[in-house]
């Protein structure tokens, strides 16, 4: 099979991308701990586009400065001023520089999926009202199983009867659950937290306005630091998507109660975010196809969220599923499985849709030819292969290392620990390797190769 579809260019907004292939946001903690940008952070993400990939979206960074953004537990990249905007616009031009485009992903903040920060631990997270989230280990996929049973090896007969009966009933799993979250507090305590999390307080309208706000001043700032577009990080069940979703929003004034004023955050988001940057710039936003949970946020009314959206100013959509609360469905093991509501989105929305969960060229190449959509994305796949583009287009598709849908990068993350791979050895220290140094971009290299060429062969003084 022949995979020239992957590879032709791509306009959105005002940027031309240089093929079909996005590497996913995901958030891999590889700032520093106060969130600002760093080394690995750098390097990370030059792998990537110097295996090919035409776009990077960057894990989400959140503009709250406030404590009860919600969001300190897993450490995520931050641009509330300035200082943050240093580091960001040496990201933008690193990724620049090793050839491929760079969209960058922004937050107001976690809200109930969130916690309490370190520095504020009697603060609780805002969201829309307060509900803390519960997760649902009956949601749990063979990836999430096997971190577990990592874990807990004492568990691994009840997970794997959980694994085994996902329909057991409510009564069922309620026994089940107590041996489980007596046994996981001896391990790690701190991974109760992520499974109940607190209560959240509820946000007030002017936190609501000045977020509103917040989102658009650092839109337009991330595109004066170097950015080629902003995306809204909107998905699988952080702040914006929690306003959206009935579930999590019972809110009873122009914030809450139908689907118009649920999305009323994001819609202002999205209309005060153009008023700044104009009607070329690219701004795009991440939504959950479907939130797959009782009560929640469903595919029809995703739709209509997406048109409503596409009319104040969107540019693109990107899809995902799910939530925390269904962790199976926000990483799932299929093969383009989330491609099922990318048809939806672009009827719904006339726009570019850029779709998740690919990990062979011949899915990809086939969502893109018969029109699924436009642009395909790598996510644990690309942590797997920084150089998948670069294979699939050299016809080495056999040297291809396949993720295994194993969730380690994800329970790494949830365990508060450095982010690695079970099939990548490099990832996560990208940073020592010298090919992805911004001296040895191809963009910079020849320059330097000059420059000290001239200073050849002078005397030490």
């Known amino acids: 099979m022949t995979y020239e579809a992957l590879f032709e260019p791509i306009t959105i907004g005002d940027v031309e991308i240089k093929n079909r292939i996005a590497m996913a946001p995901m958030n891999m903690v590889y700032s520093d701990p106060e969130g600002y940008n760093s080394e690995q952070w750098l390097a990370w993400y030059a792998a990537r ?38 580091g960001l616009g040496v990201l933008a031009d690193h990724i620049h520089a090793f050839g ?30 307060a509900i803390p989230i519960r997760i649902d280990l009956r949601n749990l996929n063979k990836g999430w199983v096997k971190q577990v049973k990592r874990l807990s090896p004492q568990l691994a007969p009840a997970i794997g009867a959980l694994a085994d009966q996902q329909a057991m009933s409510d009564e069922q799993y309620a026994r089940l659950e107590e041996v489980l979250i007596e046994a996981v507090s001896k ?23 000045f977020l509103e706000e917040k989102m658009a001043e650092m839109s337009a700032e991330a595109l004066r630091y170097g950015f080629d577009g902003v995306e809204i990080h909107s998905p699988h069940g952080y702040l914006i998507h929690q306003f959206l979703s009935k579930r999590s929003n019972k809110r009873t004034d122009e914030y809450g109660g139908p689907l118009e004023n649920r999305a009323r955050f994001l819609l202002n988001m999205i209309r005060k975010i153009r ?20 009560d929640g946020i469903t595919n029809d009314e995703m739709r209509e969220v997406v048109a ?23 990483a799932p093991d299929g093969e383009g499985e989330m491609l ?12 570019p849709v850029v779709t998740p969960t690919f990990r062979t060229p011949k899915s990809a190449a086939a969502a893109i030819s018969e029109g699924k959509t436009d642009v395909v994305a790598l996510g644990r796949q690309a942590t797997a292969d920084p150089f998948w583009p670069a294979k699939v287009k050299s016809g080495r598709e056999k040297d291809i290392v396949k993720c295994i849908r194993c969730n380690l990068c994800f329970m790494n993350l949830f365990e508060h620990k450095w982010l690695r791979c079970e099939v990548n050895p490099t990832a996560g220290l990208e940073r020592y390797m010298p090919e992805l ?11 330097v190769k000059k420059f000290m060429d001239r200073a050849e062969g002078l005397p030490l003084i």
């Open 49 to 86: 586009a110097k295996g090919g990939f035409g776009l990077i979206i960057t894990d989400c960074v959140v503009v709250n400065p406030y404590y009860w953004r919600g969001s300190d537990h897993v450490n995520p990249h931050l641009f509330t001023d300035e200082r943050y905007g240093r």
């Open 100 to 129: 491929a485009k760079v969209f960058i992903q922004l937050s107001p903040g976690f809200g109930r999926q969130g916690h309490a920060s370190s520095a504020s631990p009697h603060e609780a997270p805002a969201a829309p009202s």
């Open 187 to 209: 391990t790690d305590p701190q991974l109760i937290k992520v499974v109940f999390g607190e209560v959240p307080r509820e946000i007030t309208v002017p936190e609501i306005f």
């Open 275 to 294: 008023e700044r940057i104009g009607p070329d710039r690219v701004l795009g936003a991440r939504f959950s196809g479907d939130e797959l949970m009782p």
């Open 308 to 330: 409503m959206a596409s009319k104040e100013g969107l540019s693109y959509v990107d899809i995902s599923q799910g939530c925390y609360e269904n962790p199976g469905a926000f």
């Open 340 to 351: 099922k509501y990318a048809p939806g989105f672009k009827e719904a929305s006339g726009l």
């Open 437 to 447: 140094w911004r001296l040895s971009a191809p963009a910079v290299k020849d320059k």
